[in-house]
């Protein structure tokens, strides 16, 4: 069934399968949201499919309000710089001087990631200074569209836009764009659209970085080290380049035969003599399965790096693995910085490095774009969502014990437009922002 025919309220299992085929940065799937602060009740549920907007009360005005942020961005406002550009202008005192409205489509409300995602921006909205409505797109076609003509009639300042239907992006834009209203597309690309978003690419090339000459510290070398790499086949190109380029990277440093991304496709269960890949569909028991399968072509001798688009995708492989007493042999990383990641990263000498992508916080970030580019900031077209990869000596530094977010890393140098506006001191919880 394709996503634009659900309508029916689905549950947590089905949410979780039918985000792998988004295309969104799967990472998030397995528990992002699991690190925020206490989970909070999802919006009541609506026999239509779109749900009837909620509002939320907006703190009073601060003095520096929040700000906002498709394949090739050409918004309203236009982006008109490279991605790795700076904004062109400082925020405006305009923005300053009114309390802004923002209407915020959350891609599904049913099970506690999403409604946890949804729950962390509207309460930046609030800390931020914003009025703000909230939407549920359901992860369906109609229902987002529908929902995009509500939050017209809303008349809002800037619209945020989570949709789950890359297909549908031009009707979104159209219904903006006729409006006049800016909007940021939140984790999938609207055209038009100011993006903010993880990279893939970025993250997983550098846990080949740091996992790599681990491996090679213990004497490992590409004559006796097999990759496995477990793919969301349904999930798209951007997805999966964090195994694509994980093993990319790997191969360069390991010394073997140069592998160039477009080598591996959807299709690729082999790559090279080193290298495998499966596809866990994105799930835990899907990829504990397929993994279970791919150990019994590798001699038992070898050594073993595993990794996976999401935290639930590399737990199961690693099961798999624990239960074929192979786990010395191995060295794992995660990615996606769940509860039950961030304790195997603590606590399993194997599990050496987690990478994160901080969802339950990417509210705080929405909201300083929607205050730059209501104060007249043309933004580059995608704003890097906050990502690191993590260690056992600095896990402590951002995750507190219970797994909750204490501290976001520095923004980088393409996001530094975000500092001007003032909104990202108000949390108090990015580092080197007082």
Not at 159 to 171: A, D, T
């Amino acid at each position: 069934m394709s996503i634009s025919q659900i309508s029916a309220p689905i549950s947590r299992r089905q949410a979780l399968r039918r985000f792998a085929a988004l295309g969104v940065g799967l990472p998030i799937v397995s528990s992002v949201l699991a690190a925020c602060a206490p989970q909070a009740q999802a919006p009541a549920a609506t026999s239509a499919p779109a749900a009837a907007p909620t509002t939320a009360p907006a703190a009073a005005p601060t003095s520096a309000p929040p700000k906002p942020a498709a394949t090739a961005p050409t918004a309203a406002p236009a982006a008109t710089v490279a991605p790795t550009a700076a904004a062109t202008t400082a925020p405006t005192t305009a923005a300053a001087a009114k309390q802004y409205s923002l209407s915020f489509a959350n891609v599904l409300e049913s099970g506690e990631l999403f409604v946890q995602l949804g729950n962390g921006i509207e309460e930046a909205a609030k800390v931020a200074g914003f009025k703000f409505k909230r939407y549920n797109n359901n992860l369906d076609g109609p229902t987002a569209i529908n929902n995009a003509r509500l939050m017209v009639q809303d008349q809002p300042d800037l619209i945020l836009e989570y949709n789950g239907v890359e297909g549908i992006g031009e009707s979104l834009r159209k219904i903006f764009d006729d409006a006049k209203i800016p909007f940021i597309a939140i984790n999938v690309p609207v055209p038009g659209g100011v993006w903010f978003n993880l990279v893939n690419k970025e993250i997983g090339t550098d846990t080949a970085n740091i996992v790599v000459p681990m491996a090679k510290a213990k004497g490992w070398t590409g004559a006796d080290t097999t990759v496995v790499i477990i793919q969301g086949s349904t999930a798209g190109e951007e997805v999966n380049d964090c195994v694509r380029y994980f093993m990319v990277t790997t191969a360069k440093l390991l010394g073997l035969p140069e592998v160039q991304p477009s080598d591996i496709t959807a299709l690729t269960t082999t790559i090279g003599s080193n290298g495998l890949q499966v596809d866990g569909k994105g799930t835990l028991e899907e990829s504990y399965n397929q993994v279970k399968n791919a150990l019994q072509t590798i001699p038992a001798g070898r050594h073993i790096l595993l990794y996976s688009i999401n935290d639930d995708s590399v737990i199961g492989g690693w099961r798999a693995i624990s239960e074929s007493q192979r786990e010395s042999n191995t060295i794992v990383a995660g990615l996606g910085g769940s509860v039950a990641a961030l304790e195997e990263l603590r606590t399993n000498p194997q599990w050496v490095a987690e990478g994160s992508v901080f969802a339950t916080h990417w509210g705080e970030y929405l909201m300083a774009m929607a205050t730059a580019i209501l104060g007249g900031v043309t933004p580059p077209p995608l704003t890097k969502s906050p990502q690191a990869v993590l260690l056992k000596d600095n896990v402590g530094k951002y995750y507190d014990a219970e797994g909750k977010v204490t501290l976001l890393p520095p923004l980088v140098a393409e996001n530094m437009y975000l500092k001007a506006t003032g909104v990202l001191q108000k949390f108090k919880n990015v580092e080197g922002l007082s």
